[in-house]
């Protein structure tokens, strides 16, 4: 199999890939030689993707090629439960802060080197030194343990008290500054990969944008074009490689949904992870269509140092009063793809007993349609007919994206609103709305972990980097949810409620539209895909009929 890796590195330029297709190839010496097989899988991913540094991965895109080359500590799986990766067994201390895991000593990089606990140790205490403007997910970090936030931007030759060791080389130690129920959920995440100093330094992302580097996962990068396409072999030194069935994973970067989807129906590829939700509607595609993550869809307002009417409460709740939620449902046409959101957290997210989402809306909804009171909360703040309020939507393009703004632009017109549209590139705008250069912004979340605190930690102050400033939350909400962190079982649950309901319904950081499980399409017969509420998925154990 090392032959065979070897070999294909060197035949990549010259190898014609089909979707899921077996290929013969001339190898080994002049005059022909041994014949090789490829076998291929090819998979849509719905933009271009930025670093496969475990430290940047920050958004779904680039986490549909990053999964596949990175082996975690425990990986989530299609109920949201976690499956066990690199770590074998764990314990924890009886008072919840201390997580011993222990690690898999047959496991090995890409390049044959064990993977051990001071690499995680290393690749952990190396966000943090990166620091919140680079690293999105790095409050996974510094949130919960000990010490963390007090070393950000540091060298990690002086973290020496952060609460994270390598025990022995397979035995990993990580202290939290308070416990966490659900730490172990966060684990998944990829700022927990293990890294190795030599492969990846300091604060230095661009070895991951050349092909060809070590890796802990079931494939390595031997062709990065970001435009293009990703090209990833097997790596034979995968822990689970027999499990392994294709020998090579192409990735090809199709922003267009709609051309994702023709190029599926013409067998260009095999598996569509970012399909249009008009699918559901074509008869022929009825046995591809594949629904999987739970996400809330809804509007950020920049309530803080954004527009002065903004920061008037009465004009916030103006807006999400003055929205028919039915109208997104109706015109995204998609079955029961679709739904109304009358909170942050979606349907799909568990409570203390049932659903959080259908437990809340049983006692009341946060959100929901009165244009008569929003007109008046509007007239109250100054507007009316003579004297509307302009206000500018901002989002990235896509048909879908398309579709829910020109509703809310419609929506808005009765409440004495004029929308002004604007859209930029994908890596444009979430530049800009990290720093609040927006009045109104699409924004989206799925499940990294089963729980209501991953959407509702969201419009927390605490999260925000003091590069990207402040621009919704407050210090109420955010000791609402700090107080959940000291309560147990239905107390905590309770306590969670309340924050939601204050964020929403009083303090109206934002307004939901509408929760969706996103659609992918699969060749008819297709087993081993990795589905998870993060609306990704993992294609390690991938086979699809020839």
């Given at each position: 199999?090392?032959?065979?890796?070897?070999?294909?590195?060197?035949?990549?330029?010259?190898?014609?890939?089909?979707?899921?297709?077996?290929?013969?190839?001339?190898?080994?010496?002049?005059?022909?030689?041994?014949?090789?097989?490829?076998?291929?899988?090819?998979?849509?991913?719905?933009?271009?993707?930025?670093?496969?540094?475990?430290?940047?991965?920050?958004?779904?895109?680039?986490?549909?090629?990053?999964?596949?080359?990175?082996?975690?500590?425990?990986?989530?799986?299609?109920?949201?439960?976690?499956?066990?990766?690199?770590?074998?067994?764990?314990?924890?201390?009886?008072?919840?802060?201390?997580?011993?895991?222990?690690?898999?000593?047959?496991?090995?990089?890409?390049?044959?080197?064990?993977?051990?606990?001071?690499?995680?140790?290393?690749?952990?205490?190396?966000?943090?030194?990166?620091?919140?403007?680079?690293?999105?997910?790095?409050?996974?970090?510094?949130?919960?343990?000990?010490?963390?936030?007090?070393?950000?931007?540091?060298?990690?030759?002086?973290?020496?008290?952060?609460?994270?060791?390598?025990?022995?080389?397979?035995?990993?130690?990580?202290?939290?500054?308070?416990?966490?129920?659900?730490?172990?959920?966060?684990?998944?995440?990829?700022?927990?990969?293990?890294?190795?100093?030599?492969?990846?330094?300091?604060?230095?992302?661009?070895?991951?944008?050349?092909?060809?580097?070590?890796?802990?996962?079931?494939?390595?990068?031997?062709?990065?074009?970001?435009?293009d396409e990703y090209i990833l072999d097997k790596n034979p030194n995968f822990a689970r490689a027999d499990e392994v069935y294709y020998?090579?994973?192409?990735?090809?970067?199709?922003?267009?949904?709609?051309?994702?989807?023709?190029?599926?129906?013409?067998?260009?590829?095999?598996?569509?992870?970012?399909?249009?939700?008009?699918?559901?509607?074509?008869?022929?595609?009825?046995?591809?269509?594949?629904?999987?993550?739970?996400?809330?869809?809804?509007?950020?307002?920049?309530?803080?140092?954004?527009?002065?009417?903004?920061?008037?409460?009465?004009?916030?709740?103006?807006?999400?009063?003055?929205?028919?939620r039915s109208a997104f449902v109706t015109a995204l046409d998609a079955g029961d793809v679709y739904y109304e959101l009358y909170g942050?957290?979606?349907?799909?997210?568990?409570?203390?007993?049932?659903?959080?989402?259908?437990?809340?809306?049983?006692?009341?909804?946060?959100?929901?349609?009165?244009?008569?009171?929003?007109?008046?909360?509007?007239?109250?703040?100054?507007?009316?007919?003579?004297?509307?309020?302009?206000?500018?939507?901002?989002?990235?393009?896509?048909?879908?994206?398309?579709?829910?703004?020109?509703?809310?632009?419609?929506?808005?017109?009765?409440?004495?609103?004029?929308?002004?549209?604007?859209?930029?590139?994908?890596?444009?705008?979430?530049?800009?709305?990290?720093?609040?250069?927006?009045?109104?912004?699409?924004?989206?979340?799925?499940?990294?972990?089963?729980?209501?605190?991953?959407?509702?930690?969201?419009?927390?102050?605490?999260?925000?980097?003091?590069?990207?400033?402040?621009?919704?939350?407050?210090?109420?909400?955010?000791?609402?949810?700090?107080?959940?962190?000291?309560?147990?079982?239905?107390?905590?649950?309770?306590?969670?409620?309340?924050?939601?309901?204050?964020?929403?319904?009083?303090?109206?950081?934002?307004?939901?539209?509408?929760?969706?499980?996103?659609?992918?399409?699969?060749?008819?017969?297709?087993?081993?895909?990795?589905?998870?509420?993060?609306?990704?998925?993992?294609?390690?154990?991938?086979?699809?009929?020839?």
């Open positions: 199999m090392k032959k065979l890796f070897v070999c294909l590195l060197s035949l990549l330029m010259v190898v014609s890939l089909a979707a899921c297709s077996s290929n013969n190839n001339g190898g080994g010496s002049e005059g022909g030689g041994e014949e090789s097989e490829i076998k291929t899988f090819t998979y849509s991913v719905g933009g271009e993707p930025t670093y496969m540094d475990p430290a940047k991965c920050g958004d779904s895109v680039t986490a549909e090629i990053h999964n596949e080359i990175w082996y975690p500590l425990f990986y989530l799986v299609e109920d949201g439960s976690t499956a066990n990766g690199d770590c074998i067994a764990y314990e924890v201390s009886d008072d919840g802060l201390v997580y011993t895991f222990h690690l898999d000593p047959n496991a090995k990089w890409s390049d044959g080197v064990a993977i051990t606990a001071d690499q995680y140790v290393y690749g952990i205490k190396r966000c943090i030194g990166y620091g919140h403007a680079e690293v999105g997910y790095l409050t996974m970090i510094t949130n919960y343990i000990l010490n963390a936030e007090a070393h950000l931007d540091q060298a990690v030759a002086d973290m020496d008290d952060v609460g994270v060791k390598a025990i022995d080389d397979f035995t990993l130690e990580i202290t939290l500054n308070a416990p966490c129920p659900f730490f172990v959920s966060l684990l998944p995440t990829q700022v927990f990969a293990a890294l190795r100093p030599e492969i990846a330094p300091e604060k230095d992302s661009e070895w991951s944008s050349t092909p060809g580097y070590p890796t802990t996962g079931a494939f390595v990068p031997v062709k990065i074009d970001s435009a020998d090579r994973l192409v990735a090809k970067i199709m922003p267009s949904m709609e051309a994702s989807q023709m190029a599926f129906k013409t067998g260009e590829i095999d598996y569509d992870t970012s399909a249009d939700s008009s699918v559901v509607n074509d008869p022929s595609l009825a046995d591809s269509i594949v629904i999987n993550g739970n996400v809330n869809y809804y509007m950020n307002i920049n309530c803080i140092d954004g527009l002065e009417a903004l920061q008037d409460v009465r004009v916030r709740r103006a807006i999400q009063l003055g929205i028919d942050f957290v979606p349907v799909g997210i568990p409570d203390f007993n049932g659903d959080f989402r259908t437990n809340a809306d049983a006692d009341h909804k946060l959100v929901y349609t009165d244009k008569e009171e929003a007109k008046r909360l509007m007239e109250e703040a100054g507007f009316s007919e003579t004297n509307r309020l302009a206000l500018e939507y901002y989002y990235n393009q896509n048909s879908m994206h398309d579709t829910v703004s020109a509703v809310i632009k419609e929506q808005l017109k009765d409440i004495y609103i004029d929308v002004t549209l604007k859209t930029a590139e994908l890596r444009t705008f979430f530049d800009d709305r990290s720093y609040g250069r927006y009045d109104l912004a699409r924004n989206a979340f799925s499940a990294d972990y089963m729980d209501p605190w991953n959407y509702l930690e969201l419009m927390a102050i605490y999260n925000d980097s003091e590069e990207y400033g402040t621009h919704f939350g407050d210090e109420t909400y955010d000791a609402m949810l700090f107080e959940s962190m000291k309560l147990e079982g239905e107390a905590r649950f309770a306590k969670l409620h309340e924050a939601e309901n204050y964020a929403i319904e009083t303090a109206c950081f934002n307004v939901p539209l509408f929760g969706y499980g996103t659609v992918s399409l699969q060749k008819p017969g297709t087993t081993g895909v990795i589905n998870n509420p993060q609306a990704n998925h993992i294609f390690w154990f991938v086979k699809c009929p020839e």
